[in-house]
């Protein structure tokens, strides 16, 4: 079936002022912080002369005394006194890990050559002893913009929206109402009161500069976000594998599919049943095998970050999926003597059309493999 670079199919990126708060956050470092001196004053009205609508939220911002606005506030003054002491040097590397903690396309499609800034990465470079406080504040900065008591607040959504809004507007241009990352379940769309959680696919705990960035935010379902991904980071492959511990029991970097590619593959699903008791199929007896090799390294994070395999042969032998999609041919084939190649040939019509309704790339694929196993012989 046709999938894309991104899992099943990618996103596509809305143009929505949401976008404006990650212009605000590069000015702020390259503009504020990384010109700080010795000597230079903390203030606004000059440091922010060249963003007037950033300036004066930040003048608004300075009146409310809630969490939202003091830890942006705070880590704002407290991180341009800091960045007085560093070299030209130094700046400019916090304008490259900024650049391309903020290229996500990069870091997903080349991700195994890459090595983007984690906060770890950060201290490092720039240890507590040297510079109290300063991935501290980072932290608190970054992680506080895409925090609740923030994007609420008013002085910041009359400039850049709310999130249930960019929602509205996202699920209406993205209107597939299936999850991208596994296919199994749906997704709240342009029509629910509710919405999704968006996910950091690059974790705002493990990465700053990116979290507002909505290139790193993609709606999940509930078992694709809270179940399985978690704050996995795509990039780093588990150190307990054998492959990861022969190149370094730390850090494996690794490729990524790119959330919102603008590009297709032609991904292939394979199942081979291992049995003739399909009323008592087990997962134990479904093997599965996903293609092309070309794309090979993705598809095994695809699969560890969202436990593909052991889900697809979970549904294929769910009494709701898979024993359900092969009692409906035998009932079929019983009550209008329609035999499982017709009903297959039927399902690859509706699936060639959305492959992602009804999980049919799922159950054509499981099908596909039951004929080949005999099961529709007699």
Known sequence: FKGSG??????QFLDHKMNKMQEYIQFILEDVWCIAIDGMDYDINTLFAAKPDLRDMIIELDTQEVAGANNFLIPLHSLFETFKSLNVDQKQQFKYWFALNNDIEKLC?????CEPAT???????????????????????????????FLTL????????????????????????????????GILGQYHEK????????????????????????PACTHCNSSYKLAKDPNIEK????????????????????????????????????????????????????????????????????????????????????????????????????SPRDYIEDLAITCERNPYAE????????????????????
Request: with cysteine; hydrophobic share 35%; charged share 25%.
């Open 109 to 113: 499609e080349q991700g195994d050559q």
């Open 239 to 338: 150190a307990d594998t054998a492959k990861a511990k022969a190149k370094n029991p730390l850090k494996v970097r690794r490729k990524v599919f790119y959330p919102y590619a603008n590009y297709t593959n032609l991904l292939t699903l394979t199942l081979q049943i291992q049995t003739q008791d399909w009323e008592n199929i087990a997962p134990s007896e479904v093997s599965l095998e996903m293609g092309p090799d070309v794309i090979n390294s993705e598809l095994e994070t695809w699969d560890d970050l969202y436990g593909i395999t052991k889900r697809y042969k979970a549904e294929c032998c769910s009494k709701a999926s898979g024993k359900e999609w092969l009692t409906e041919i035998f009932d079929l084939a019983k009550r209008r003597g329609k």
């Open 119 to 149: 906060y770890d990465l950060v201290e490092v470079n720039y240890p507590k002893d040297q510079y109290p406080n300063l991935v501290s504040n980072l932290k608190v900065f970054y992680t506080n913009l895409y925090s609740g008591n």
């Open 195 to 218: 919405r999704e959680a968006y996910d950091h696919y690059f974790p705002k705990g493990k990465y700053p500069f990116n979290s507002i960035n909505f290139h790193n935010l993609v």
């Open 6 to 11: 991104l899992m099943l199919f990618p996103y």
């Open 359 to 378: 999980k049919r790339f799922l159950k054509r694929a499981f099908l596909d493999g039951c004929e080949r196993a005999g099961l529709f012989d007699s």
């Open 154 to 185: 008013s002085s910041v959504k009359s400039r850049i929206g709310e999130i249930s809004l960019h929602n509205h507007e996202f699920t209406k241009l993205n209107d597939k109402d299936v999850c991208p990352f596994c296919g199994l379940s």
